[in-house]
């Protein structure tokens, strides 16, 4: 995700950058104003600095927070910082230490850096401080505090914008207190975990209160999220991805509620459980989101309560639904397209079934059933979203099939429903724009105004039958969108590979794509002037 740093942040921090430079000598204390007050840091402070006049700096969070009170910010310039740390009791060494409240405003995430250099924990915020955290990374945190992010006591944090990642064992922990995190990356945390640990490497939750919004959570050694008991966890679109070792993407012993989000591409090394996805030991809902192409199962149920609606899961490479216990609820959800079947049921209790559902192999107890073939296609773009997902197939049987109240919105934020009611599953057919149903061109007797030339209106073909729009010649491109039939569009440029032409996509104005001519009622007509559109790379398997 791209990170802004306000004009203001960006010239004060220029300002103390030449200050620095200059070598002025304007470290003289001076009191405190009443009220909040900005302090600065920048690669190029001292320790001799107060911090708190735009002309000089202190050279660590770690000195700024300290000379702080509780409301004042911190003002951080581009950099990797290094000191930041805390001698401990037992000899060894804590991290940032926040005892009050503060904020705390990087430059971006991308180089406002703070590297524990494998020596201690990255930040703690703990005492009941409120604290306010934006555009930093916190990285590589280790030693006998290994790890990235500890929120504790009470306390809350939020964390926005941000990336943490490369740490050796948890990215963020969170005990008995508060966070919320809205567009940060949590990466390639829980290298030092053994693959049998019951610990989440990206997020754990103990006990505490996680909202998760606009995030990602992947490329974690052991699992997602953990959610232990007592915990609650809220993860609203966000993508929980390609994290590896002995836990799924997300393990809940809480309460849980995920919403217009992905749980996608998890695999194990270690798996102690039939799924890869989701386990459930306590109380979860589900709406708007997809599980899918995880190495183990879909979703684990383990005697717990779980409510599925507007949900895909797809493509996992065991069960895509394994359900024990009385409390299964599953509406208006696709579940399909899995490699052992597609749900794992107690033969004694089986599943809630409320409003409409459909499987593709009859296992799931669903009144409709249909070859997932024709249920879904598969979208790994995402419509410019940070999330893969699952379309539906040109006819499905999901589309229009939703029975009882719509949900507001599906997984990508379009407004339900898009036609005379909503979609099964996680994601909603946008209605296909009808751009112009009158005939080709033909020549006119208008005559240009004087000195200007008439420019030649583009030629145009009409579909022939419901057709796929593809980003290149071949079923194994993705999909822009579907075109319904007998929908006139305007050719753009004619293909590389002769069977294909390249048009301008109805649904999305000034995107092309590439229809096959057999799929057309009439031949295209190629001007010599057309340009030749040549065939994109084949795309490579999760690319």
């Known amino acids: 995700m791209p990170h802004r740093t306000p004009v203001y942040i960006s010239a004060i921090l220029v300002m103390v950058s030449l200050a620095c430079k200059m070598g002025l000598d304007l470290s003289t204390e001076t009191p405190l104003p009443a009220g909040p007050v900005d302090f600065y840091v920048s690669p190029l402070g001292s320790d001799d600095n107060h911090c708190t006049s735009l002309q000089f700096a202190c050279p660590s969070i770690t000195a700024a927070a300290a000379r702080s009170r509780p409301g004042d910010r911190i003002l951080v310039a581009p950099g990797v910082y290094t000191r930041e740390s805390h001698p401990t009791e037992g000899g060894g060494q804590e991290g940032l230490i926040l005892i009050q ?122 699992g997602g999220i953990f959610n232990t008991e007592g915990a609650v966890l809220n993860v609203i679109h966000s993508a929980v991805a390609n994290n590896s070792g002995g836990l799924p993407g997300i393990t809940n012993l809480g309460e849980a509620v995920i919403s217009r989000s992905g749980i996608y591409a998890n695999r194990s090394t270690f798996l102690t459980g039939p799924t890869s996805g989701i386990e459930n030991r306590g109380s979860m809902q589900i709406d708007s989101s997809h599980i899918s192409q995880n190495q183990g199962g879909g979703i684990n149920n383990l005697e717990a309560s779980l409510s599925l609606s507007y949900v895909t899961i797809a493509f996992n490479e065991k069960a895509g639904l394994y359900a024990a216990g009385p409390q299964v609820r599953v509406s208006n959800s696709i579940i399909a397209g899995h490699t052992e079947r597609d749900c794992v049921l107690d033969p004694e209790q089986g599943i809630i079934l409320a409003d409409a559902n459909l499987d593709s192999d009859g296992t799931c107890g669903f009144p409709k059933t249909a070859p997932p073939t024709e249920i879904l296609f598969e979208v790994m773009e995402g419509y410019g979203d940070f999330i893969p997902q699952f379309g539906l197939a ?56 004087a000195g200007l030339t008439a420019l030649p209106a583009p030629p145009v073909v009409v579909t022939a039958r419901d057709v796929l729009c593809l980003e290149g010649p071949g079923s194994w491109y993705a999909i822009v969108s579907a075109i319904s039939e007998e929908v006139a569009v305007n050719e753009i440029a004619r293909g590389a590979d002769p069977a294909w032409v390249v048009v301008d996509n109805p649904r999305y104005p000034g995107r092309s794509c590439w229809l096959q001519i057999n799929d057309l009622a009439n031949l295209p007509l190629f001007p010599i002037s057309f340009p030749v559109a040549p065939v994109p790379p084949t795309p490579t398997p999760g690319g």
């Not at 919105?409 to 946008?430: N, T």
């Open 394 to 449: 040109v006819e499905s049987p999901a589309i229009n099939a939703a029975a009882g109240p719509c949900v507001p919105q599906d997984l990508r934020g379009i407004d339900r429903p898009q036609g005379s009611a909503c979609d099964l599953g996680a994601f909603e057919v946008e209605e296909v724009l009808i751009v112009s149903t009158l005939p080709a061109p033909t020549a006119t007797s208008e005559t240009p105004a």
């Open 101 to 222: 409240d503060l904020t705390i405003l990087g430059s971006s995430a991308a180089d406002t850096i703070i590297d524990a250099g494998g020596l201690h924990s990255g930040i703690v915020i703990r005492d009941g401080a409120n604290v306010n955290i934006q555009n930093i990374t916190v990285r590589n945190a280790g030693g006998n505090s290994p790890y990235g992010v500890v929120v504790l006591d009470g306390s809350f944090l939020e964390l926005e914008n941000s990336v943490v990642q490369e740490n050796a064992n948890i990215g963020i922990w969170v005990k008995h207190a508060n966070i919320s995190i809205t567009g940060v990356t949590v990466t390639q945390n829980g290298a030092a975990l053994p693959n049998n640990t019951a610990t989440a490497a990206g997020i754990l939750n103990e006990g505490g209160q996680v909202s998760i919004t606009n995030s990602s959570i992947e490329g974690n050694y052991n």
